[in-house]
């Protein structure tokens, strides 16, 4: 382990982006942690069990290149999806802004998830609230960036449908007048309000947005929680130049029978500027 680190410490060192992808993980076996307790804790360990496969099998060739991009993925993990099974297939994937950087992280994301599974578009993009600074109360305009751009991936046909995740009723309904292509879903998060409010209820029912539940935390990802990931998988490097910039969670899953077929999570980081 201490050479894999060394070789994955000098590549991070030089290099400017880390990509990093978990494959399905589904396809694990043995790298999969029985049953994580939380998402934060399935994806901590998810990253650095994709570090600690990547840093086991750096070639001498791509030490020798010190590429400016950095791929780091678990190889035998990687699956594409058979375009001839495409239509029996759902491909959704849920959006995380993680650090305070332009909404062209929306396309960046959306591009690669689509290469990595091998498809030209998605089916179902829900983008989580991005960050606010604390006591600021998430309006229009923090949520107007990222979603011209999702909407321009609509319209470019990389994304069938678009939603949100944790609005009020007040925020959605502003959402949905201001923007061009609608919020088809809203994700509710129930562990923070019990039930379904009947004024955000009325307002979805109206206007024929799905309201679905979900259990993620508030952050999961946070810049400190990558950066000890990171710092633990790979000791010989300064964690705490590198940020995370945004996190997509996919699923792959056969309409016909409602079956997961495919899971894993994609991320991108950068250094920041010495």
Known sequence: MGTDSRA????????STLHLQTGNL??????????PSTHSEELRDCIQKTLNEWSSQISPDLVREFPDVLE?????????INPDEREEMKVSAKLFIVGSNS?????????????VLGV??????????????????????????????????VQSKKIVAIGTSDLDKTQLEQLYQWAQVKPNS????????CVMPPDLTAFAKQFDIQLLT?????????EASFQEALQESIPDIEAHEWVPL???RYSVIVKSRGIIKSKGYILQAKRKSS
């Not at 780091?72 to 594409?80: G, I, L, P, Q, Y």
């Open 8 to 15: 994955a410490g000098a590549l991070l060192a030089r290099a």
């Open 26 to 35: 589904l396809n694990w076996g043995r790298l999969r942690k029985k049953c």
């Open 72 to 80: 780091c993925t678990v190889s035998h993990a990687v699956e594409k």
């Open 103 to 115: 909404s062209s992280s929306t396309k960046s994301a959306v591009d690669m998830a689509c290469s």
């Open 120 to 153: 030209a578009q998605l089916d179902s993009v829900i983008i989580a609230s991005p960050p606010v600074e604390d006591g600021v109360h998430l309006s229009l305009e923090h949520l107007q960036p990222y979603w011209e751009e999702l909407q321009d991936l």
């Open 186 to 193: 809203n994700q509710v998060n129930l562990a923070s309000c």
């Open 214 to 222: 979900h259990n993620d935390p508030k952050e999961l990802l946070s």
């Open 246 to 248: 945004w996190l997509l």
